[in-house]
């Protein structure tokens, strides 16, 4: 079977084309997190609901602090307490006080004339720390302007307004903000389950004898990781062994376990035993299966009854790799997720890259920062079968598919994994 060599953004679109938000599902607001909103959220009210003050001190007419200092004192007598959860019982006339605690109402007033309301905008606090106790009167050190150390009704949100539009992806502040809205739940997008299969004759499960010939199943276990830090829930399926009958049999135990994507690692080259794309194109239909990317370049996609297959390669790195180019953004965009690329940086690569072939590279590097220039350096080997340079690395740096060589103190955008 000979295929065309995709470029990395032709294979993604492909691949992005085939997915879409999944279902929603409504779920209590702490199970929401790193989920993606599908409705929008609007105040049902006023936050705060009521005017408040943000400071321990004293609540009164501004005017009644006109003049004052440390040496020519505001003398206001004391007719109440105001404590954070309860609404006062007495308005402040002129020359009066109360004492207000953090977070409580503030209190009513009334004209100089004490016969009319006055308005909101004529109260002020006075901090505790500008103020001197003497009995039932305190002195006032500092004159203030209406509405000093006062949080108005609807500071935060107004009664109507769009807080959370859908879309959004709820972390720690937007879980606060449906709690201060009231909501005990969330409308979110449902995790998508993802099949995982690793093939090969020469694999074996992780808890058995390491024998001549025989490698582990790595694969397996850091695309469930993946998946799991991505937001998918991952259905492991063991190892399907170097038949058409096996493969076959697995995929379609697999397929009928309702899940919304299958990764395969392993089978997708063109060795007599690479039988992934033979039995997708068998079962199924099949869109590509090369990709201008080291490490990465035989990677098969297509679809198995209506669902979608990525068969990624063996080499553990290259099935890291793979992975965060195509599978994270399908697993984001099932998510609800638009933005669906990472965070890029410009960065100095501090080791050379001697020589490449026209694919674009993604090389494993540390990226640290010193003297506020981004610096990427290389993590060891970089092999597709050495996992140990992923396990130092912390992003990837993107060599250009045009670049003959990458000399150290080349500029190079990283993509962040961490």
């Given at each position: 079977m000979t295929a065309p060599m995709l470029t990395v953004e032709a294979a993604l679109e492909h691949v992005l084309s085939a997915f879409h938000p999944l279902e929603p599902e409504r779920i209590p607001i702490l199970e929401a997190l790193d989920r993606v909103l599908a409705e929008d959220v609007r105040a049902g009210e006023d936050i705060p609901p009521h005017a408040n003050s943000s400071m321990d001190g004293y609540a009164m007419l501004a005017a009644d602090t006109s003049g004052a200092s440390i040496d020519h004192p505001a003398h206001l007598r004391i007719i109440g307490e105001i404590a954070a959860g309860y609404v006062p019982d007495a308005a402040v006339a002129p020359g009066t006080t109360m004492r207000i605690m953090t977070g409580a109402p503030i209190p009513p007033g009334v004209d100089a004339a004490a016969t009319a309301a006055a308005t909101a905008e004529a109260i002020a606090v006075v901090k505790v720390e500008d103020t001197e106790t003497?009995?039932?009167?305190?002195?006032?050190?500092?004159?203030?302007?209406?509405?000093?150390?006062?949080?108005?009704?609807?500071?935060?949100?107004?009664?109507?307004?769009?807080?959370?539009?859908?879309?959004?992806?709820v972390r720690s502040q937007e879980i606060g903000m449906l709690a201060t809205l009231g909501h005990k739940e969330a409308l979110v997008h449902r995790r998508p389950h993802v099949a995982i299969l690793a093939t090969g004759d020469e694999v074996v499960e992780i808890g058995q004898?390491?024998?001549?010939?025989?490698?582990?199943?790595?694969?397996?276990?850091?695309?469930?990781?993946?998946?799991?830090?991505?937001?998918?829930?991952?259905?492991?399926?063991?190892?399907?062994?170097?038949?058409?009958?096996?493969?076959?049999?697995?995929?379609?135990?697999?397929?009928?376990?309702?899940?919304?994507?299958?990764?395969?690692?392993?089978?997708?080259?063109?060795?007599?035993?690479?039988l992934v794309k033979d039995v997708l194109a068998a079962e199924g239909d099949i869109a590509f299966w090369r990709v201008r990317m080291k490490p990465g370049k035989p990677l098969a996609f297509g679809r198995i009854g209506g669902v979608p297959v990525l068969g990624l390669p063996g080499n553990p790195v290259s099935v890291m790799v793979s992975f965060e180019v195509f599978v994270r953004p399908a697993i984001w965009k099932m998510l609800g997720r638009t933005d669906l690329a990472r965070p890029t940086l410009q960065a100095t690569l501090m080791n050379e890259i001697a020589h490449k072939d026209e694919r674009r590279h993604y090389v494993r590097v540390r990226v640290t920062e010193r003297d506020g220039e981004i610096r990427a350096h290389l993590t060891g080997g970089q092999g597709s079968g050495i996992l140990s340079s992923m396990v130092k690395a912390n992003a990837l740096a993107i060599i250009p598919e045009d670049w003959e060589r990458a000399p150290a103190g080349s500029q190079v955008q990283v993509v962040m994994l961490d």
């Open positions: 003497d009995g039932e009167w305190v002195n006032i050190h500092t004159e203030v302007s209406p509405g000093n150390y006062i949080r108005p009704a609807g500071e935060d949100v107004r009664q109507g307004e769009l807080v959370l539009p859908k879309g959004t992806l004898p390491l024998m001549p010939g025989k490698i582990r199943n790595a694969n397996s276990y850091s695309n469930a990781a993946q998946v799991l830090k991505q937001g998918g829930v991952p259905l492991l399926l063991g190892i399907a062994r170097d038949s058409v009958e096996d493969l076959t049999a697995k995929i379609r135990a697999g397929l009928e376990q309702d899940v919304d994507l299958f990764l395969t690692s392993g089978g997708v080259s063109v060795g007599d035993f690479d």
